[in-house]
Nanobody, 115 residues
């Protein structure tokens, strides 16, 4: 079973930025599957925000398009999500997984945007 470990979350002011990272216990995941970032806010369902295919094509949800950037470093077996121009409504726990999700969810990383 693949283990996914997210990191990089924190508390920022509105308009701030963060970079999230996702490490997988099996490096092959990124070459075999489309992968992506999800988030879940309190009382809401988990939603997919951004995805990247094995050949590097990206796609974003409408409410993060232009603010968030997904990328992958194959040499480091790491998936990233750059979050810019953060808004209070971006506050949530952020997760990585394949798209659609295949593996068990990790612990996630908390992002809090508040003044």
């Amino acid at each position: 079973q693949v283990q996914l470990v997210e990191s990089g979350g924190g508390s920022v002011l509105p308009g701030g930025s963060l970079t999230l990272s996702c490490a997988a216990s099996n490096s092959a995941i990124f070459s075999l599957y489309a992968t992506g970032w999800y988030r879940q806010a309190p009382g809401k369902q988990r939603e997919v925000l951004a995805g990247i295919t094995t050949n590097g094509a990206t796609q974003y949800a409408d409410d993060v398009q232009g603010r968030f950037t997904i990328s992958r470093d194959d040499a480091k077996n790491t998936l990233y999500l750059q979050l810019n121009t953060l808004k209070p409504e971006d506050s949530a726990v952020y997760y990585c997984n394949t798209v659609p999700d295949t593996f068990s969810w990790g612990q996630g990383t908390q992002v809090t945007v508040s003044s």
